[in-house]
């Protein structure tokens, strides 16, 4: 007879663990008790030794499905006279920093949703330890009702009944509820409840009207995808003139206007249930407005019950965010009624607060596998953990940067990135950031003394750490670098490539195009892309027209153009230097033809992607004195077009011609260095068609080749290098 003492930390709590663990000593007739301390979830066992190693092996090979278990740690403990095995109260103490994100609703749930037998049978907010929002409602830790905004909500007999039997797959989960003693959800305008409501609201939305409706991280406006006339509306509502919006859809009908590959089809479904990137299928039927420019819509399945029985088969909902362009996602009732509310012809709510506002991501699968592009509802707050060696981990705060900000808390060894903030130049989303900082402390239970922001002076997010003692500047590309090597648990040297829109660099000049070698903390930026002397400064990302012909005059070649613009960039007025792989693109996609305004962020690129396709001829490009001299390739487009090449012959080459001129300046610092791990991000690395051949090319030859996965290599997940980065340095100075 042994006893042991088993402590397991990672995402354990709020996921059934404790009665998962019940059930299995249960089963094999072992005694002890299970509870949740602070940080982890802890277990004692006793019985035979090879039955109390079995039952190890089964708790990790078994866990709950949305557990994650980080770290196992198993001691011996003196046998004790006791029988049964129990679920003990939760003990304090330590710290939780594993809260769980937001689960869409499980296939158990689904079934009672839709069953009439059962009492939960089209109760919009069914849940279980298996599903639910967990991230959005929590207020506090532990992670226990009166911490969260069901707090409101008391149980019914039967629900707390279900609640407090460990042997229910309602255990212990927060959200539970039911018809009679659960939020109800009503629609504006209208004395309904619930399903009449839902069914009210499609009934409006199949008329071609626009619902605003509360989800999980805020509100969405949702009409009907195959009205112009709807989605017309929405934009202009939104003031969103161009950029493809979302979709929603059941699993069913999304063959119907889209390719789904297996692991798409995974993606979609998965607890996380983001929107995913899916090529448009040959029957695409949806209205022209919902996505222009690109070959891809934007798609989720109802991730909730209530968006599930919103959404029925065959139905295609636009699902936008319930904001207006620039602002963050609206998820408080009052804001919702004074401003999404009179513009919408229905308001679909209900009283759980929403304590975070998150979100819906953004992935897609691409060569180097998922690819999160924005990351928030279903991943966030979930940790990347990084020991390094011999080394004390510090708590720190990254601020992040400007655009599609994020911020990082960093605990000991964990890095929580949070959710997705947007671009700090609007005030909202300012407070937003303030308030997200300290939710982040607060439920986390960490203040942290030392800051890491980016080296730009202006950036308001580099002004708010300045604000505190301790402050480590990141240049931006190291750390986009950084955030790669610290989600694949890196310690380098590596070969970093960024290729960026833009960012401050350590000469005070844009980068955006480079290539270091070394450790993240100490990288040497050993190649860039070729620096040309752009016109226009921060406009210069706006109009195109401003890099294209700072491109060509670069190169030496003349072309038709404003005088004034050329008189500029002769005379140097409002030019600085730019190495940027972002302007290159613009500069590419003007020089291919592509002149629509620039209505949101690299627009002209995501066409110029659009037209081009995978292809084997390219431009040579040369290195010389440590840059790589891609500019060149901006009036070989416009030759090439001018000859009668199709744009989208033009398009393919230029894609082909930046990923050769990736692999050979890799081949490069490889013989120089004799390093063989290749890192690619930076915002630029979005491009499919681009990083998939890059990724392609060079693992050909031999690379071991890394990108953002789960973390996004756009500036959304800046924060997270700049955190790792600062612990390098931190241990430096001490
Ligand atoms: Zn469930
Ligand atoms: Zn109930
Ligand atoms: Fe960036």
Redo the contacts with the bound molecule.
Sequence with gaps: MVRRRIILSGIVQGVGFRPFVWRTADEMKLTGFVCNTGASLLAEVQGEEKETERFLRRLLAEAPANSRVEEVTVYEAPVRAETGFRILKSRSGGQQLDLSPDLAMCDACRRELTDPSCRRFGHPFISCTACGPRFSIAAAIPYDRENTSMKAFDMCCECKREYTSPADRRYHAQPVSCLSCGPVLTLSGTDLKNLSAIEKARELILGGGIVAAKGIGGFHFICDARSEAAVKRLRKIKNREHKPLAVMARMETVPGFAAVSESERQLLSSPAAPICLLKKGPDYFLAPSVSFDTGYIGVMLPYTPLHYLLVREGDVFVATSGNFSGEPICYSDEDAETSLGPAADGLLTHGRRIMMPCDDSVAGITKAGLQVLRRSRGYVPESVTVFVKGKKPADILAAG?D?KNTICLKAGSRYILSQHIGDLMNPKNYDLFLRTIKRFGAIFGREPETFCCDLHPDYLSSGYAAGFGKVIKVQ??AA?IAAVMAEHGLEGPVIGVAF????YGTDGSDW?GEFFAGMPHRFRRLYHLETVMLQGGDRASEEPERSFVSYMLHCGEDTVCDPLLKEALVKGINVCPSSSCGRLFDAAARACGIRCPQTYEARGSIIFEAMAEPCDSFWPVEIKNGEVLTAGLVPAVARALAEGAAPGECASRFHRSLAEAVLGTCIRIREETGLGAVCLS??VFQNRLLSDTCFGLLENRGFEVYTGNRIPV??GG?ALGQAYIGQLLYEEDD
């Design positions: 940067s655009l931006h590309h986009h960026d829109g833009t960012g955006g930076g915002g756009n500036d800046l």
